[in-house]
């Protein structure tokens, strides 16, 4: 039997039979299965982990279905919150899975794209934005992120007008890397810590003082992973998320923002508020253009509804559902009469969507439109 850690195992023995944050698991809103609940994935691994049985693929598949939002911690009901950690389970879970040689075949593709083409899309490489980059060495490295590269590139278009405007010295990476947190959180770590080795001397021999990141998942994995893969970045390089960048700028003095009298409202983002704690940066880009019109939406912070950041497979597949969380996202700012959702990820962007008169905007297009 694979050994696990203590923490995992109070994690399984504590989630197993309590059903408390069930109601804030994304994954269970769209299948309605118990298998897609932090619970039941707890009863499942307890099965494994305690009963001595073999993964089968319907457990797999549940395991692979989680969002690795951290949901569930942020709800839980323990002596202390967040103490009991289903993420970590679950990526724990995952390693192992791999390791058994039982992982699914859309998640080895997502493997496979990843380390051929630098995306998890099964684009080709040569349709990347960053294709046409002119890499130089520069003040600021501005790290897109695989979903902009390939699908978004109005947000990179857009963070480049804001460098423009200001006459910052930047530059971004030609046929930009994938970060390698994708393939960690898909239980790939050696794999991830390749990439991780191929992006770091890169950003290294760029030159420059600060990381500029529009992707959470790769803020995290340069903030939280990269120390524990061996690549620690000096102490006089900053990495900050595109929000936390603008913000400096704009208490500063350096950017000013035209006003607005939209009502605005903001989607959290789950790796970069839940995992490393940034949600008052873009409130105070926002607020400053729009004041007393930015309001809050009932789930925030902490609590806020899951964008589907790290929403990769589901039951066997690629993930295609992102529209039915922008809907609980959707659903709220119209309660609050908000014409505008501005996102701090292009995961988030797409999942909400445009609908009606309502539209989700990228926290560097709401600056550059303002500028």
């Not at 349709?127 to 060495?137: D, G, L, P, R």
């Not at 880009?285 to 902490?302: L, P, T, Y």
């Given at each position: 039997?694979?050994s696990?850690?203590?923490?995992?195992?109070d994690t399984?023995?504590?989630?197993r039979?309590?059903?408390?944050?069930?109601?804030?698991?994304?994954s269970?809103?769209?299948?309605y299965?118990?298998?897609d609940?932090?619970?039941?994935?707890?009863?499942?691994l307890q099965?494994?982990?305690?009963?001595?049985?073999?993964y089968?693929?319907?457990?797999?598949?549940?395991?692979?279905?989680c969002?690795?939002?951290?949901s569930?911690?942020?709800?839980?009901?323990?002596?202390?919150?967040?103490a009991?950690?289903?993420?970590?389970?679950?990526?724990?879970?995952?390693?192992d899975?791999v390791?058994?040689?039982?992982?699914?075949?859309?998640?080895?593709?997502i493997?496979?794209s990843?380390l051929?083409s630098?995306?998890?899309y099964?684009?080709?490489?040569?349709?990347?934005?960053?294709?046409?980059?002119?890499?130089?060495?520069?003040?600021v490295?501005?790290?897109?992120?695989?979903?902009?590269?390939f699908r978004n590139?109005?947000?990179?278009?857009?963070?480049?007008?804001i460098?423009n405007?200001?006459?910052?010295?930047?530059?971004?990476?030609?046929?930009?890397?994938?970060?390698?947190?994708i393939?960690d959180?898909?239980?790939y770590?050696?794999?991830?810590?390749i990439?991780?080795?191929?992006?770091?001397?890169?950003?290294?021999?760029?030159g420059?003082?600060?990381?500029?990141?529009?992707?959470?998942?790769?803020y995290?994995?340069?903030?939280?992973?990269?120390?524990g893969?061996?690549?620690?970045?000096?102490s006089?390089?900053?990495?900050?998320h595109?929000?936390?960048?603008l913000?400096?700028?704009?208490?500063?003095g350096?950017?000013?923002?035209?006003?607005?009298?939209?009502?605005i409202?903001?989607?959290?983002s789950e790796?970069?508020?839940r995992?490393?704690?940034?949600?008052?940066a873009?409130?105070?880009?926002?607020k400053?253009?729009?004041?007393?019109?930015?309001?809050?939406?009932?789930?925030n912070?902490?609590?806020?509804?899951?964008?589907?950041?790290?929403?990769?497979?589901?039951?066997?597949r690629?993930?295609?559902q992102?529209?039915k969380l922008?809907?609980?996202?959707?659903i709220?700012?119209?309660?609050?009469?908000?014409t505008?959702?501005?996102?701090?990820?292009?995961?988030a962007?797409?999942?909400?969507?445009?609908?009606?008169d309502?539209?989700?905007?990228d926290?560097?297009?709401?600056?550059a439109?303002l500028?």
């Amino acid at each position: 039997m694979t050994s696990i850690s203590k923490n995992n195992l109070d994690t399984i023995k504590a989630c197993r039979y309590c059903p408390m944050c069930r109601q804030s698991c994304p994954s269970e809103f769209i299948s309605y299965k118990e298998s897609d609940t932090p619970r039941g994935r707890a009863m499942l691994l307890q099965s494994v982990y305690i009963a001595g049985k073999e993964y089968d693929k319907s457990t797999v598949e549940a395991i692979y279905n989680c969002f690795v939002c951290g949901s569930c911690k942020s709800w839980c009901s323990g002596f202390e919150i967040g103490a009991y950690n289903i993420p970590e389970l679950i990526k724990f879970a995952r390693k192992d899975i791999v390791r058994k040689g039982q992982t699914l075949e859309v998640v080895e593709s997502i493997k496979s794209s990843l380390l051929e083409s630098d995306n998890p899309y099964q684009i080709v490489k040569s349709a990347s934005f960053s294709q046409i980059i002119e890499e130089k060495k520069a003040d600021v490295l501005y790290f897109m992120g695989s979903e902009i590269n390939f699908r978004n590139p109005e947000i990179a278009r857009a963070a480049i007008k804001i460098f423009n405007h200001l006459n910052i010295s930047y530059t971004l990476l030609k046929n930009e890397p994938e970060s390698g947190k994708i393939l960690d959180l898909l239980g790939y770590p050696d794999e991830a810590i390749i990439k991780a080795g191929q992006i770091y001397s890169r950003i290294i021999n760029s030159g420059c003082k600060k990381v500029v990141v529009s992707d959470p998942l790769a803020y995290d994995a340069f903030k939280n992973d990269y120390p524990g893969w061996g690549f620690k970045f000096d102490s006089k390089m900053k990495i900050l998320h595109m929000s936390e960048y603008l913000a400096e700028l704009v208490k500063s003095g350096s950017l000013e923002l035209a006003k607005t009298t939209e009502k605005i409202t903001l989607a959290d983002s789950e790796f970069l508020g839940r995992f490393n704690a940034v949600f008052e940066a873009p409130r105070e880009i926002i607020k400053s253009s729009a004041g007393d019109n930015f309001v809050e939406m009932r789930w925030n912070r902490e609590k806020l509804l899951s964008t589907g950041e790290a929403a990769f497979t589901f039951n066997d597949r690629l993930f295609t559902q992102g529209d039915k969380l922008g809907e609980k996202i959707r659903i709220q700012a119209h309660d609050i009469d908000c014409t505008i959702i501005i996102t701090l990820s292009a995961t988030a962007k797409n999942n909400i969507g445009d609908h009606a008169d309502i539209k989700a905007v990228d926290i560097a297009e709401f600056v550059a439109e303002l500028i």
